[in-house]
């Protein structure tokens, strides 16, 4: 089936370090998508890029959509304790329906 | 402003027994999901609707069945569950294009 690969599955950080995690698929998605997930909570949308090439950012994240349109990142500036969780990259593509698929993770590890 | 609530939150059957896991929306979304959550294999497709009164099957369906009771609601059922059902399972909700807003989730474990 369809699949992304994300990639570190995990990393261990000192604080104030920064962090790049990235996601590749063989298929072109419209929409990526970057979700964190808290421990024994939901996942959260973090950022949404809709064209390839765009560059978005939200505090010290930014994610960009690939020229491709087969790959997106995400980088954390100056890690802090509570960036921990999981993070999660989805593609999203129009098939008659909006389906999306999700990477299986990146679980970060900070340091204090 | 509640979003997705799912109930409950955590549950522990034997194997054989059957479980609704309830889930609602309050942000008047067409599109409801169920998901279930496995280490190291990130968020699975088990039912989608894409609006009141249709559902279809995602990437794992067997074992599951699902209902869309009103626009809000979207319920999962495991008939007869089994070891390989335990996991961490997530109710979603979208509209159009839209990013998906998720639950809390509920942990089920099936001994």
Redesign the interface.
């Known amino acids: 089936g369809q699949q992304l690969n994300q990639s570190p599955q995990s990393m261990f950080i000192q604080e104030g370090e920064d962090v790049s995690m990235n996601c590749t698929s063989s298929s072109i998605f419209n929409t990526w998508l970057w979700y964190k997930q808290d421990p024994g909570e939901g996942p959260v949308l973090l950022i949404a890029l809709y064209k390839a090439g765009e560059l978005t950012s939200n505090g010290r994240l930014t994610a960009q959509f690939g020229i491709t349109r087969k790959d997106s990142f995400l980088n954390i500036s100056a890690s802090i304790p509570s960036d921990v969780g999981i993070y999660f990259c989805a593609g999203q593509r129009d098939t008659g329906g909006f389906k999306t698929i999700f990477g299986a993770g990146t679980r970060l590890f900070v340091k204090a | 402003n509640a979003g ?1 609530t799912q109930t409950p939150k955590f549950q522990v059957l034997k194997t054989g027994q059957s479980m609704t896991l309830q889930c609602a929306q309050d942000m008047n979304h067409n ?1 409801m999901y169920w ?1 279930r959550q496995d280490p ?6 088990i039912y ?1 609707s ?1 609006s009141e009164g249709t559902t ?1 099957k995602g ?1 794992v369906p067997n074992g599951y069945n699902v209902s869309r009771l009103n626009k809000r609601e979207f319920s999962l059922r495991l008939e007869s569950a089994a070891p390989s059902q335990t996991s961490v399972y ?1 109710c ?1 909700s ?1 509209k ?2 839209q ?7 509920t942990r089920l474990s099936i001994l």
């Open positions: 997705v599109s998901y190291g294999m990130g968020l699975r497709l989608y894409a279809d990437e997530f979603a979208g159009g294009d990013p998906q807003h998720f639950g809390d989730g």
